[in-house]
């Protein structure tokens, strides 16, 4: 390991200043190495959600493959980096691992945004397929090139659904007409959420709870392990089952801290990201199949709507975006071939 490259921390030192100071040396801290990588990680998630408890899964690999190695620092609720701007603080080497959305990576990488659009792809499956495939090679390859991250692996964050505060009807897009959708603050996710027929209003994930309470804002989407871990239900009456989007998170790593890695300290790490990805994965889906009957029970209407109506709307809309120019020839048809 190069390592005048890394940030290390000293934890010995740390212990022998606790003594100095009079404090309490735990006899673990006075017997690790001194010497610790240190990866902070920064995500907007709630503690409950599966993508916050994920990273939990990361540090316990890598306390198993590499033992007193690293010191993972991991930080929820947005409370080290504000939500979406984790690549930038990555690129400034002030944060080693995040997981960035496709909409992140959009705002640089504009063939990418070919994910942010509704109705690309069907299921989580299919997404794995997608991105453990060749094309997530060559997007990952222009992610790292323009972004100066490494993608370690996929993230099902869930399928997009929306959460109204009142009840009305909405089958089609146009039962959403003036109704204030919130959506995070960049313009690919402001135009999912015009898509949808909705009046989209940008608001940090932080802010969503209290939006929804106040009323400055009548709905939001997310997908539903996420309203019960954020606990959206408590201020929202119905639920909307739109499918509009299968979210996807990408565990990113910085590359200064990638290159500073040995070959074997790199597979620690990209295995420890793709357990903890697969600890997401497998649980969001087995809640998701789940779920409905905890809304139900909270007494929250549960409506499925026209979707095909939805889908053939949001798809025109994106057909005939700029958006679409960025989009590589033939990249549609090999998502959509991909089985
Ligand atoms: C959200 O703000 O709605 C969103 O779901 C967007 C995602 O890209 C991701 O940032 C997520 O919030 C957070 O991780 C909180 O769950």
Redesign the pocket.
């Known amino acids: 390991m190069n390592t005048s490259t890394l940030l290390r921390r000293t934890l010995l030192s740390l212990a022998t200043t606790s003594v100095l100071m009079g404090g309490h040396a735990p006899t673990a801290l006075a017997q690790t190495v001194a010497d610790k990588t240190v990866l902070r990680i920064s ?4 503690p409950d ?1 599966w ?2 408890k994920m990273w939990d899964v990361l540090k316990a690999s890598l306390n198993k493959s590499a033992p007193n190695a690293y010191d993972v620092q991991i930080n929820l609720n947005g409370s080290l980096f504000k ?2 701007t984790e690549p930038a603080a990555m690129a400034r080497g002030n944060l080693e691992l995040a ?1 960035i ?1 496709a ?2 990576i959009a705002k640089l990488v504009p063939e990418f945004s070919i994910f942010t659009a509704g109705y690309v792809i069907r299921d989580p499956k299919h997404q794995q397929k997608v991105f453990n495939g060749p094309i997530g090679d060559e997007l990952f390859k222009l992610a790292s090139e323009k972004m100066d991250v490494t993608i370690l692996a996929t993230v099902y ?1 869930g399928t ?1 659904e929306l959460n109204l505060r009142d009840t009305r009807k909405v089958n089609t897009p146009a039962d959403l007409k003036g109704v204030k959708l919130r ?2 603050g960049s313009k690919e ?1 402001l135009f999912l959420g015009d898509s949808l027929g909705a009046t989209a209003t940008p608001l ?2 932080g802010e ?1 709870y209290m939006g929804l309470k106040t009323g400055t804002i009548d709905a ?4 539903l392990p ?1 309203v019960r ?2 606990k959206f239900y408590e201020v929202t009456q119905q639920i909307v089952l739109t499918h509009h989007l299968v ?1 996807s ?1 990408f565990i990113a790593v910085s590359n200064k801290m990638w290159n500073s890695l040995s070959a074997p300290e790199q597979k620690h790490l990209k295995a420890a990201a793709q357990a903890a990805a697969k600890f997401n994965n497998d649980n969001r889906i087995q809640e998701e199949a789940q779920i409905l009957d905890f809304f139900k029970k909270q007494g929250l209407k549960v409506v499925t709507p026209d979707q095909a109506a939805f889908r053939k709307a949001v798809q025109a809309s994106y057909d005939k975006s700029e958006m679409a120019q960025n989009w590589p020839q033939g990249l549609m048809d090999r998502i959509n071939a991909t089985k």
């Open positions: 995500s907007p998630a709630v959600d993508h916050g939500q979406g997981s959305s909409f992140d964050l997009r959506m995070p996710w940090a994930f969503v939001q989407d997310n997908p996420t871990a954020a979210d998170l």
